[in-house]
């Protein structure tokens, strides 16, 4: 059973960053799909971003697009995700999910995930 614990969120205004960290524990051995998702009151869980464990591979939602780094560090079984020039609209509830799939399967569509950790807020203020 995978587990998955996100950290990191936090206050920031307008142009500032945050990394956000997701630990995770309990992986077998094949590579997974991990993707970051956000989720503003009263809206839909949008994806953000997804990471191929088993490649590396890489893909932005357009929204984030320049501005949101993901990342991993297979030694530590942590995802990253590095976001600057933050904005008032990137305030939300910033989750972590994993699917033993590839990316190109699953891409950033939330329903397609079946691990997901427990969330962490990130506010931005103008």
């Known amino acids: 059973q995978v587990q998955l614990v996100e950290s990191g969120g936090g206050s920031v205004q307008a142009g500032g960053s945050l990394r956000l960290s997701c630990a995770a524990s309990?992986?077998?051995?094949?590579?997974?799909?991990m993707g970051w998702f956000r989720q503003a009151p009263g809206k839909e869980r949008e994806g953000v971003a997804h990471?191929?464990?088993?490649?590396?591979?890489?893909y932005y939602a357009d929204s984030v697009k320049g501005r949101f780094t993901i990342s991993q560090d297979n030694a530590k079984n942590t995802l990253y995700l590095q976001m600057n020039s933050l904005k008032p609209e990137d305030t939300a509830m910033y989750y972590c999910?994993?699917?033993?799939?590839?990316?190109?399967?699953?891409?950033?569509?939330?329903?397609?995930?079946?691990?997901w950790g427990q969330g962490t807020q990130v506010t931005v203020s103008s």
């Open positions: 999910a994993a699917v033993s799939v590839w990316c190109v399967v699953a891409g950033l569509d939330a329903h397609e995930y079946n691990y």
């Open positions: 309990g992986y077998t051995d094949i590579s997974y799909c």
């Open positions: 990471i191929y464990t088993g490649g590396g591979s890489t």
